[in-house]
């Protein structure tokens, strides 16, 4: 086994204790850690977590990236869900967006609060 683990990913934001609350609503992880510019989630038992920093010069990603020069996306989060219709609802209803391109009839392309892609999916049981 390696001597190194994943902690966390960290996502840049307008402000990191706003977009924090989004995905503590969305994910039902709680806050393990905070200071005024950087706040780590993660699951109530344990596990990988999500941090934000407020970064003071953020721009939102564009995707599909339309010009060059657009700050492009660089990751963005895989949620599955098991209602993907109503996961996509209750995210909008936190602050989320849908965003206007959708590549896939199982996956929900969404911006949370600062503009970051993520992806709500759905994977068919018994196929």
């Known amino acids: 086994m390696s001597p190194t683990r ?3 990913v960290v996502l840049d934001a307008r402000d990191a204790h706003e977009l924090a609350g989004f995905y503590v609503r969305l994910l039902g992880y709680v806050i393990r ?3 005024p510019d950087w706040v780590l989630i993660g ?3 344990g596990g990988t977590g999500l941090s934000f920093q407020t970064e003071p010069e953020y721009v ?3 995707w599909p ?3 060059p020069g657009d700050q492009q ?8 869900v098991d ?7 209750r995210a909008v209803a936190l602050g ?16 949370d609060p600062s503009g970051h892609p993520f992806c709500l999916w759905w994977e068919e049981r018994g196929v």
Not at 83 to 89: I, Y
Not at 96 to 111: F, K
């Open 96 to 111: 989320a967006t849908l965003h206007d391109h959708q590549p896939q009839d199982d996956v929900r392309v969404l911006l």
């Open 33 to 35: 850690a905070e200071e």
């Open 43 to 45: 699951p109530p038992d």
């Open 73 to 80: 996306m660089m990751l963005h989060l895989d949620i599955q």
């Open 65 to 67: 990236t339309r010009t």
């Open 60 to 62: 939102p990603p564009v």
């Open 83 to 89: 209602d993907l219709a109503g996961e996509a609802e």
């Open 6 to 8: 994943l902690s966390t």
